[in-house]
């Protein structure tokens, strides 16, 4: 009862301040996210949202509830000053009153590459495929996109309820069986940069931008023959779950993707009764009961929805990480066996390998003249061919070597042509290293390697007429080795819980193929008028959907599979060595990549389906993990939407936690106050419990590991499952030796019946 006549009192307090003061205060109002502990509610009301309204109005009259919230959190966003929000924060059944947040986009071959075409027989299409549908959070969809044509798909399935919600250039008609919901979410959005631009994107579903289509198209796309941009990549185009629906939820728009946004699109989407939702976004590194993401993630894991999210494109810095909660399934980005080589060939005879998806009028035969474009700006960065920083007039006509960073690749060469350029060689510095991107260019234009930009840089220095080349190749398939890890790729160790290894896996993120918007041309640029059905992109945007979709596929194939079931299976059976036996690589250092790069590994749809043994985790699970976390009841109610209390009896542990994979960590000796010398042999104790989902069987284990120092004890060695369901534990010791590790370690445990292998990558590291 408190509540509303508290509520009053400081209105009027609030008031009295406002008269005193002047000139008034600064009243700018902020997006805020209200999370209420819906358990606290005062018998006084008869509904929830009575009571948000309620407890909005105890500290503005004015505030607009932009959004409640009823299943990925309990609560509403709403506009408050800075006061008002501090005030709200102390009423009673206020958990929480977080700030927006802005979250950014994490900017055909797959389905062959990943072995999908060689078993079609494993993913027939027997009714179950067609159930599943895959809800994408993104900039929207192009319904007109070849990959949502829904030639030959059954009825909607009845277990959908979501919708086609109409607006700008998007109509009920805009939805079919293969784009079976559509919705958007701009209200955070227009709260807080005003009134969206319509000559610039739709109010509606429809995607704008591109990026949406490609995510949603490469998760469930339906088969599309004869794909290509501009002849590159051709074939058939087709998501890896092609048999599945999708359901778009637009929350990005030009000026990035809010919070009170995601929110709202996770708590529609479970309403919908989407099985997956994929998100190829993040937003920085925050705690799991300060991030929307994580938050809204949880209610869908409760759901049986699996959510599958980008890992980030801040590579190869390590603690470079988004969406690493437990409860989300964390996609990092390899390449794929496919190349689009065009070489340089240098006056000197010497030539370069460089890629490019340039296609247009050919550059004038033979060699042509090649300046740096350091040397012809008057800019102090002139050598990143940034807008009008070129000198017309010694760009007329050659060749310009631009250096990579800062400013968009694509804008780049537009920078060049702009200033009367005939091509461009874009060259990659330490940032990236090796690592090429392919891109669309607006002129004949390829990018190199660090290696090769600094010889054709010194090349250009040292000869007196330089001259140059670019002879464009075309699709190159069969690329060896692949895949690899992208540079971009965000790298663990995880910054938040240590003992969480993450990424989760790699799935293909470089060139991907897939539907794109009607709206932009493939680069995205205003200054692009060209117009493709399919582009070309690179990102753990990419590689997140493959995942999506692949969820999907075994949500089709084990209906009755959690999310944990699902993730376990992806990341069990993924693979970290090549056919000949060698380890992936990682392109950032030339080197074998670690678990911290790949996770568990590269997926394998067809090894997933049928895993034989599983990590399970149910939601009391995850709740021992919040208590293991020494989250305080508010954090936890904030994220499990609950009042939970931690058995003060019962003793939680990270190490006990059963994920598929070890994230090891030792106090150094530094740490404990050890000499080095005399310290003893530091000892760790993990549990983890499989669940048997394959034939009765006996499973050996096996540790293959790279860590000399540690001793790895598993017991019991040997686990006999006789019926499916049946659940067996193990322990795994893990003892150093006095001599402290300053770099990380690596090794893997597998069990194996002789015909399945259940592989859990472990890292160590001492902190
Ligand atoms: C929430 O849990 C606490 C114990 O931690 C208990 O005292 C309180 O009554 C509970 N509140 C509700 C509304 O259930
Ligand atoms: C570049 O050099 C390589 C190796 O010498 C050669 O195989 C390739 O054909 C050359 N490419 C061009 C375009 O000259
Ligand atoms: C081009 O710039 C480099 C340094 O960036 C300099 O060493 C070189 O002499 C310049 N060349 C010309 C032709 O100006
Ligand atoms: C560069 O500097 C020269 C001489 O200082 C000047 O004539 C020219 O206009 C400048 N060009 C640009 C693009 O700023």
């Not at 003061?21 to 902020?30: D, G, I, M, N």
């Not at 802005?102 to 027997?126: C, I, N």
């Not at 992109?537 to 209906?559: Q, R």
């Not at 609950?642 to 960590?665: A, H, Q």
Request: a neutral charge; charged letters at 15%; hydrophobic letters at 35%.
């Amino acid at each position: 009862m408190g509540s509303v006549s508290y509520g009053f009192m400081v209105v009027f307090l609030f008031l009295g301040l406002c008269h005193v003061s002047s000139p008034a205060p600064v009243t700018e109002r902020k997006t805020y996210i209200v999370h209420m502990a819906k358990s606290q509610m005062p018998a006084t009301f008869d509904h929830h949202l009575q009571w948000y309204e309620s407890s909005l109005r105890s500290v503005s009259d004015a505030a607009e509830m932009i959004y409640t919230y009823a299943n990925a959190a309990h609560g509403y966003a709403t506009r408050l000053t800075q006061e008002e929000a501090e005030i709200l924060s102390g009423r009673p059944g206020i958990l929480s009153v977080v700030p927006e947040t802005k979250y950014e986009l994490h900017t055909t071959r797959t389905p062959s590459f990943l072995g999908l075409d060689r078993t079609p027989d494993l993913f027939t299409e027997s009714g179950t495929a067609g159930d599943v549908v895959v809800g994408v959070l993104d900039t929207g969809v192009w319904p007109e996109s070849k990959s949502f044509d829904d030639k030959g798909m059954g009825p909607v399935p009845s277990t959908w309820k979501g919708t086609c919600e109409v607006g700008t250039n998007f109509h009920a008609s805009s939805c079919n069986r293969k784009l079976v919901g559509a919705r958007y979410f701009s209200k955070g959005y227009e709260a807080a940069l005003g009134p969206i631009d319509e000559s610039r994107e739709s109010k509606s579903p429809r995607d704008d931008d591109g990026h949406g289509t490609h995510t949603s198209s490469t998760a469930a796309g339906s088969p599309v023959e004869g794909a290509s941009l501009f002849g590159y990549a051709s074939g058939t185009a087709r998501g890896m779950a092609s048999k599945a629906r999708v359901a778009a939820y637009k929350v990005c728009w030009v000026g990035g993707c809010f919070s009170s946004d995601i929110l709202a699109a996770i708590d529609k989407a479970i309403e919908d009764n989407v099985n997956v939702l994929s998100l190829s976004l993040g937003g920085g590194m925050s705690d799991y009961y300060r991030d929307s993401v994580a938050i809204g993630a949880f209610a869908a894991m409760e759901h049986g929805i699996l959510v599958s999210c980008s890992a980030g494109n801040a590579g190869p810095t390590p603690f470079s990480l988004s969406n690493v909660a437990p409860w989300i399934t964390t996609v990092g980005a390899g390449t794929l066996d496919r190349d689009f080589p065009a070489f340089v060939s240098l006056g000197n005879a010497k030539n370069f390998s460089g890629v490019s998806l340039f296609r247009g009028d050919p550059l004038p035969h033979g060699l042509l003249p090649l300046v740096y474009a350091g040397n012809v700006s008057n800019s102090s960065n002139g050598n990143l061919c940034m807008t009008g920083s070129l000198i017309p007039e010694k760009v007329k006509g050659k060749l310009v070597l631009c250096d990579r960073g800062v400013s968009p690749r694509v804008q780049k060469g537009a920078v060049v042509k702009a200033a009367g350029g005939l091509g461009m060689i874009l060259a990659n510095t330490e940032a990236n290293g090796e690592e090429l991107v392919a891109d669309a260019h607006l002129l004949p234009a390829t990018a190199v390697g660090q290696k090769s930009g600094d010889i054709i840089r010194n090349y250009v220095f040292s000869d007196p007429k330089p001259t140059a080349a670019i002879l464009f190749e075309g699709t190159k398939v069969g690329v060896e080795p692949s895949p690899v890890v992208a540079a971009f790729s965000s790298r663990g160790p995880n910054g938040i819980t240590a003992e969480i290894l993450k990424p989760d896996m790699i799935a293909p993120g470089v060139n991907i193929l897939a539907g794109w918007s009607g709206a932009v041309g493939p680069t995205g640029m205003a200054s692009d008028t060209r117009r493709v059905e399919f582009n070309i992109i690179s990102g753990t945007s990419m590689s997140c959907p493959h995942v999506s979709g692949l969820a999907g596929l075994l949500k089709a194939a084990h209906p009755e599979w959690t999310p944990a079931a699902i993730k376990s299976a992806l990341m069990t059976t993924a693979y970290v060595t090549y056919k000949n036996g060698q380890g992936l690589r990682d392109v950032a250092t030339g080197k074998p990549s670690t678990p911290l790069d790949h996770g568990a590994g590269h997926v394998d749809p067809v090894s997933a389906l049928d895993p034989g043994l599983i990590y399970d985790l149910t939601v009391d699970d995850y709740l021992g993990f919040l208590c293991a976390l020494k989250y305080t009841p508010s954090q936890i109610n904030l994220v499990a939407r609950r009042n939970f209390t931690c058995d003060p009896k019962k003793t939680y542990s990270l190490t006990d936690f059963n994920y598929p994979s070890f994230s090891v960590s030792f106090a150094s000796d530094a740490a404990t106050g050890g000499s080095g010398t005399s310290s003893a042999p530091k000892v760790v104790k993990y549990t983890r419990t499989l669940t048997n989902v394959g034939l009765p069987g006996t499973y050996k284990v096996t540790v293959a590991s790279e860590a000399p120092e540690v001793k790895i004890l598993v017991e019991p060695e040997v686990l006999t499952f006789s019926k499916v369901n049946e659940k067996k534990s193990y322990s795994v010791t893990f003892t150093a030796g006095s001599v402290s590790l300053n770099t990380n370690r690596f090794a893997r445990i597998e069990w194996s019946d002789g015909k399945h292998v259940v592989s859990s990558p472990v890292a160590i590291s001492s902190s």
